[in-house]
């Protein structure tokens, strides 16, 4: 098991363009999240998944942001029209459980809106 | 809603000293709380994960502590090397909700040969 992989790694777009990351959780979670870090800060969670129903979604998840989780398995995260203050780390997680079960980070996907 | 705080922001050490970084949050109904290192522009690699019913773990020249009742956490290294140069977070992993991480913003830590 490799762990967490997440694609791309970086990614530079126009504003106005859409983008869409991949996350490929570790085989047997179930459960998987996205959070995003910006410069200087810690990252903050936007949703998260169990199997394949996402039952959760932050504030900071606004229209332009749509989430999935086909069969279960990997996830894409989608931001249409992206703005500049979409530029962030777009991090991805996945525990095989709820409560005092560890997340497992992915490298994380950079991306610069200009 | 759970604040995590991170004290101090930023760190200069000499290399070979020991040092302590800080973590304090507001809520004490955490399930565990979890130390990282974040290289810049890279991703988070997990150091130490502390259980709510722990008090501290260790590993290497790392050990973690953690006061659930005072909502404190400290990250003790030994020894410090140049390659510990990083920035260190720490998160709670919170009751409620979609048990969830909140994190601090971090310590920067520069060890200087």
């Known amino acids: 098991d490799t762990g967490v992989s997440q694609d791309p790694r970086h990614k530079i777009t126009k504003r106005g363009q859409n983008v869409t990351f991949r996350c490929d959780p570790i085989s047997e979670h179930n459960r998987l999240y996205w959070y995003r870090q910006t410069l200087g800060q810690g990252p903050e969670f936007l949703t998260y998944?169990?199997?394949?129903?996402?039952?959760?979604k932050s504030r900071l998840l606004s229209d332009r942001f749509s989430a999935e989780r086909p069969k279960g398995s990997f996830s894409t995260l989608e931001i249409q029209r992206t703005e500049q203050g979409d530029s962030a780390m777009y991090l991805c997680a996945s525990s095989l459980g709820d409560y005092s079960y560890e997340q497992y980070f992915g490298p994380g996907t950079r991306l610069t809106v200009t | 809603k759970q604040e995590v705080t991170q004290i101090p922001a930023a760190l200069s050490v000499p290399e070979g000293e020991n040092l302590v970084l800080n973590c304090s949050f507001t809520?004490?109904?955490?399930?565990?709380l979890q130390w990282f290192r974040q290289d810049p522009g890279k991703g988070l690699t997990s150091l130490l994960l502390?259980?709510?019913?722990?008090r501290e773990q260790t590993s290497g020249r790392l050990n973690a502590s953690l006061d659930k009742s005072s909502g404190r956490s400290t990250l003790y290294i030994a020894a410090s090397q140049p390659g510990d140069s990083a920035t260190y977070l720490c998160?709670?992993?919170?009751?409620?909700?979609?048990?969830?991480?909140?994190f601090g913003t971090g310590t920067r830590l520069t060890v200087i040969p």
């Open positions: 998160a709670v992993k919170v009751q409620t909700g979609a048990n969830n991480l909140f």
């Open positions: 998944f169990q199997n394949e129903a996402q039952l959760e």
């Open positions: 809520d004490s109904a955490i399930y565990n």
């Open positions: 502390i259980q709510s019913s722990q």
